[in-house]
Every structure is written in C-alpha cells, then in structure tokens.
C-alpha cells in the first residue's frame, strides 16, 4: 500500500511539475528518480534548475591589514585587467649611529622579503620604485585608495620573481639620499619620524609588466627595511647596518577595468551578466569584484506542491574549468555561500546548522586530476530543509571565498553552469516524500 501511495505521489508530482514548465518553457528541469531504502521513501530531483550570474561587488575593502603590499597586474579576455600598486612609509628606527666615530658610509638598499608571487614566475617582472610626495597618514586604507608619488622612478630592477618566501627582493638606493640619512642620523639631525619622513616619505611600488604576475612584498617582517650599510675605519671591519623599517602606514591599491568584456555594464549593486553571456560560466576574482550569483527560481513551487514533509540530503556541486594542473589560476582553496539581497549585498550566512555562525563551504578537491575533473561539494541539507518548512526565505546566494580577515588572496575561479559542457554545475535534492 505504501509503494502503490508513492508512486501515485510521484506521478501527481510530475503532471505538476509538467504544468508549470509549459508556463515557464525552458527554464524549470526537474527530473525524480525513487531512492531504494527499504520504504522507497526517498525522491531524488537531480535537474532542478538554477540560474546563475556574476555579480560586481562594489563595495571596497581594507588593505592596510596585510602585512605585505603587492604590485602587478592581471589581464584576462573574460574578467579584465587587474592593476595593483603597493605604498609603504617608513618609521624611525632604533640606532647608535650618533654614539660611534671613525665610521664610512657605504651604501644604502632596499630589502623586503618576497611574501607572495602569483601567476607567471617565468616571464622578467619589471618593478619601479617611485618616491611618495607626503608620508602616509595613520589610518585604515582601501583598495579604492591611492597616494600621489612622482612620476619619475628613484629606481628600477628587472628580475625572475621567485615564490620562495625565504628569499629577499634587494634594490640599491642612491648613495645621495643614502649618505643624507647617514649624515642625518649620526649627527642626529635626524632625531624622530617626523625628520625622517621630511627626507623619506616612503615608495610606491609600481610593476610595468605585460605577463600575469602579482608579486607581494612583506613589509612587517623585522628583516624588512631601508638599510644603510656602513663600516668603521679598521682593516678587519666587518659591515654593518642600520635598518629603517616599514612598520608605519601601508597599502595596496586595486583597480579593475571591465572595459571590453561582457562585464562593462556591471556599474550598479544590482548589475548581473548572466553565464549564458560568458560561455555558460560566472566568475570568482578575489582581490577583485567578480562573484558568482546563483539563485533557485522553482524551490517555492515545491514547498507550494505540499507533498514532501522535509529534506533528506541536498548537495550543491560546482565544478570549475581548468585546462591544465599547471595553469596559472589555480582555484581558490575554500569557497562560501552567502545570502544577499537585490543589491548583492551579503544578509546572512547560510549555516550547516540552525542559528549556527559559520557558514557552509566546500574544499577544492579532484575527483580525478589525470582528466581535470575538480569541484566543490556544498551541503545545502539545512538551508534547503529551513527554506521548505518557511522557516527561511529563499534568496539568492553568493559564492565568494573564504579568506583569512588579514591578507589579501589573488587566486580566481571559472565555475561552469548548468548548461557548461565537461564543468556543469548540479543540485541534487533528496526528498522525503509525505506518506
């Protein structure tokens, strides 16, 4: 009697589900499959639809938190160019120059240990160093922000960036500024930051290469620093150094310029491009605007239907699109999915668990990396069983990365939809249907 009652359930389900498909012709795709486990009462609908976009996200965020600056560009057919420039002012250093006689000046460098080099590691970067007009101010800086600096670089180095972050990006200042200060802070004409900064107002790091290279350059770290090398006046003298830090203001400046691409036209909150305009698939750049919107459309159709009383298992699976292991935008490690609104805001977190504070991600894993098979895995069972018992709205999602609060993250994701040939997106729902 319970199996007769089912698939009597079953069939009502699809002449309904038939109904309101030839209202909305091509857009609602469902199809259900009965689960065996012992009662059959379990439905699969491995097709139902879900529409996909990608969203800017306009909203700036903060970059003076990071420890390093980054600079480099980004350039792509699909998601444009990618600028970014690094600022950073120097603060007055712990010394004894003013106690010590009979000693020379030698030089003076740059040193800041590589923090981060992403994308094309086999192409030269070219890095200008420019001289900021006026030190940075002591506050929080966006990446929308920039500081004036002159047009003329004080130096310039052409080199292989490295990704081993224990090697250490070296560049030789002129002797000019680098005896001043030598001078300044033995005689201690140079006596606080404000002296300093009246000589050293800080850098801008700019990059002048074609390739798609963002290098980042540790700021913080205690090795990092304006060094001013110098020696006393004995035979046997071994060098030594004073070492200005950068543990003052700085920054990283992004700027995306959509022009060219299918997202020109994102210049409002509410602006979507959807895949069906980008080659079936929506985009992810972080340290970037790009997010990927997905919403779905027909899931108050079934609440409305009334024949299932709750949900077994709904999983959400994204697959990104790569063409090689090697490709220089790897995806992102975790991904996370967001409530927001008509205007891309985030609202809420979608929690694995009711009231819960974290929200629900997924890890990039290869099913099988020899033919590039890779996704992400989202368990939706919560939200989607909170959605059908009214206990939650059914708004769009966004599917952002989940990023350490501190430090930028430039890695960016292809994810393929629905309709994406080798790279579809799935959502298959498990429903228990009522008896």
């Not at 699976?317 to 790569?322: D, F, G, L, T």
């Amino acid at each position: 009697m319970k199996n007769w009652k089912t698939w009597s359930l079953l069939l009502l389900l699809t002449a309904g589900i038939f109904a309101l498909g030839s209202c909305q012709k091509g857009d609602l795709t469902i199809g259900e499959n009965l689960i065996s486990n012992g009662d059959m009462r379990v439905v699969l609908i491995d097709t139902f639809t879900v529409s996909t976009s990608t969203v800017a996200v306009l909203d700036t965020f903060v970059t003076s938190q990071d420890s390093s600056v980054f600079v480099g560009s980004w350039k792509d057919t699909n998601t444009g160019t990618q600028n970014l420039i690094g600022y950073a002012t120097p603060t007055y250093p712990t010394h004894e120059l003013y106690n010590q006689q009979q000693i020379t000046y030698d030089s003076l460098v740059l040193e800041l240990p590589y923090a981060y080099t992403y994308g094309d590691t086999n192409s030269v970067f070219n890095l200008n160093i420019h001289s900021l007009e006026s030190p940075l101010a002591n506050k929080a800086f966006y990446a929308t922000e920039s500081a004036a600096y002159n047009s003329v670089p004080v130096t310039k180095q052409s080199f292989l960036p490295r990704r081993y972050t224990d090697r250490v990006f070296r560049q030789r200042l002129p002797n000019a500024l680098g005896l001043r200060l030598f001078n300044g802070l033995q005689n201690r004409s140079i006596s606080d930051i404000n002296s300093l900064q009246d000589i050293l107002p800080g850098y801008a790091f700019v990059g002048t290469s074609t390739s798609n290279t963002i290098l980042g350059l540790n700021v913080t770290r205690a090795t990092a620093g304006i060094k001013v090398y110098y020696h006393a006046n004995t035979l046997d003298a071994k060098a030594q150094s004073v070492n200005i830090p950068f543990w003052g203001s700085h920054f990283t400046q992004s700027k995306t310029n959509f022009a060219g691409t299918p997202f020109a036209n994102l210049k409002n909150p509410s602006d979507v491009v959807s895949s069906t305009a980008t080659g079936n698939t929506a985009f992810i750049t972080t340290g970037g605007s790009l997010r990927t919107r997905i919403e779905f459309p027909y899931l108050d159709r079934i609440k409305e239907n009334n024949s299932f009383m709750g949900v077994n298992r709904a999983e959400l699976i994204v697959e990104p699109v790569r063409f090689s292991i090697r490709d220089n935008t790897p995806p992102p490690a975790t991904l996370g999915l967001y409530q927001v609104n008509v205007n891309n805001n985030i609202l809420a977190i979608i929690s694995p668990t009711q009231g819960g504070n974290t929200t629900v991600s997924a890890a990039y894993t290869y099913v099988n990396s020899d033919l590039l098979q890779n996704q992400y895995t989202f368990n939706l069972t919560g939200y989607f069983d909170s959605v059908l018992r009214n206990q939650t709205l059914n708004r769009a999602i966004l599917i952002d990365v989940v990023n350490s609060p501190t430090a930028l993250n430039f890695s960016r994701v292809a994810l393929g939809d629905q309709r994406k040939q080798d790279y579809r997106l799935k959502l298959r729902l498990y429903l228990t249907p009522n008896q």
